[in-house]
Nanobody, 120 residues
Framework: QVQLVESGGGLVQAGGSLRLSCTAS????????MTWYRQAPGKQRELVAS???????NYADSVKGRFTISRDSGKNTVFLQMNMLKPEDTGVYYC??????????????WGQGTQVTVSS
């Protein structure tokens, strides 16, 4: 069994910063891509940033230059540093990890989400 636990969300003023963390635990053999998604009220979930096992990042155009994704593979943890936050960044942020377990099954795992609210 694998669990993803996110932390670091909260309320911040526009222009401020937050750092999200997501740690995977359980019967993990390998984690390939780790991805942050977000979902604003009334909108579909969208990809924010992803990072490969080789630490190659990819960003949505809306966050390029403001957000930085990184990972500590030894700790099965991914981070999202969010700077220059805007009210439109508000939403629930979800962590996703493509996990291969010790019984050699590969599955996308999701965290429970963490709320980010940016006030204007």
């Amino acid at each position: 069994q694998v669990q993803l636990v996110e932390s670091g969300g909260g309320l911040v003023q526009a222009g401020g910063s937050l750092r999200l963390s997501c740690t995977a635990s359980g019967t993990i053999l390998h984690i390939s891509a780790m991805t942050w998604y977000r979902q604003a009220p009334g909108k579909q979930r969208e990809l924010v940033a992803s990072i490969t096992s080789g630490a190659i990042p990819n960003y949505a155009d809306s966050v390029k230059g403001r957000f930085t994704i990184s990972r500590d593979s030894g700790k099965n943890t991914v981070f999202l540093q969010m700077n220059m936050l805007k009210p439109e960044d508000t939403g629930v942020y979800y962590c996703n990890a493509r996990v291969t377990t010790t019984n050699l099954r590969t599955k996308d795992q999701w965290g429970q989400g963490t709320q980010v609210t940016v006030s204007s």
